[in-house]
């Protein structure tokens, strides 16, 4: 049974100005999982990835129904690659599975998050 679902959309040029000012926002927002595979990226792709990241955990705050706050921060959700490039979440305090999908354009990232708790 769905839970909640979440979408996000983001800018990846004002990303790309955030981490660019303050570079302390990757730890923010970034598990150290997250914070390794992003460091073996570069260009386009890190500022893809970071953004997709940022949005998808706004994404799933959304589908919890609370935001990111207190009952979720960006530490408690981590989004893995699989072996075939899929986002995975891989740790996260719902009780139930989190299902994630990310997509660009050359300017901007949309992530969607549904929440599904056990029959």
């Known amino acids: ?42 260009g386009q792709r890190a500022v893809e990835y970071i953004a997709g990241r940022w949005s998808a955990k706004e994404s799933y705050s959304k589908a919890m129904g609370t935001g ?5 921060g960006f530490q408690d959700v981590e989004i893995l690659d699989n072996a075939a490039g899929q986002p995975i979440v891989v740790r996260h305090p719902f009780g139930g599975v989190a299902h994630v999908s990310i997509s660009h354009t050359a300017t901007l990232v949309m992530t969607q998050v549904i929440l599904e708790r056990g029959n």
């Open 1 to 42: 049974m769905i839970y909640g679902t979440g979408i996000d959309i983001t800018d990846l040029a004002r990303v790309k100005d955030v981490v660019a000012r303050q570079p302390l926002f990757l730890n923010k927002v970034l598990t150290a999982g997250e914070l390794q595979a992003y460091q073996r990226l570069s």
């Open 68 to 72: 990111i706050g207190a009952a979720v």
